[in-house]
Structure formats: C-alpha cells, structure tokens
C-alpha cells in the first residue's frame, strides 16, 4: 500500500519559514519524481517544485530563491523549505511521487497572515 504523508503546515506570519516534509512508504522511492504542488481556494493546483530522481530540480517562478525543495532517500523523505513566506503563498500543500504510475498525498495547510 502506497502511503505519502505530509507535515509541516502551520499558521505562519509573513517573512516567516516552514519546512514541509512528505514520508513515503510502499514505493521504491530512489526512482521516482517527487513534487510538492499548492491549491489556494478557488483556484487550480500548481506544480510547486519538483526534484528527479538525479537531485535535479525545478521551481514555480514565483518561489524561486525563497523555496527549496530536497529529498532524503534514505529516509523515504522529500521536504519544501520555504522562507521568506508571502500571503499569496496560503494554499493546501500536496505531495506527489511520479513515475510509471502517480501518488498523491493528502496535503497539508499552509497558512500565511499578513
């Protein structure tokens, strides 16, 4: 049984930092593409950050510089390190692993006041 757990959300002012983590369990972890995605209220999922397999990564433009995205294989474990944290940045944070098939966690909130 394939199992993504996320942690890590929080009510957070903005300037401030969370770290995301997302524990995989059930999959081969070193093969897959993991991704952390982001869905505001009323408006459609994004692709946040992504890191393949080889440690190569790629960003939302409006979170480059501010996020980082990071993966632990011996632990199963990708996380999100977002600093300097924005309102804007308010969504429901999922995890997904990518490879010949897709899994999707079951997000957690992220929380920024103004």
């Known amino acids: 049984q394939v199992q993504l757990v996320e942690s890590g959300g929080d009510l957070v002012q903005a300037g401030g930092s969370l770290r995301l983590s997302c524990a995989a369990s059930?999959?081969?972890?070193?093969?897959?593409?993991m991704a952390w995605y982001r869905q505001a209220p009323g408006k459609q999922r994004e692709l946040v950050a992504a890191?393949?397999?080889?440690?190569?990564?790629n960003y939302l433009d409006s979170v480059k510089g501010r996020f980082t995205i990071s993966r632990d294989n011996a632990k199963n474990t990708v996380y999100l390190q977002m600093n300097s944290l924005k309102p804007e940045d308010t969504a429901v944070y999922y995890c997904?692993?990518?490879?010949?098939?897709?899994?999707w966690g079951q997000g957690t909130q992220v929380t920024v006041s103004s």
């Open positions: 997904k692993a990518r490879s010949t098939r897709q899994y």
């Open positions: 890191i393949g397999s080889g440690g190569s990564t």
């Open positions: 059930g999959i081969d972890f070193s093969i897959y593409t």
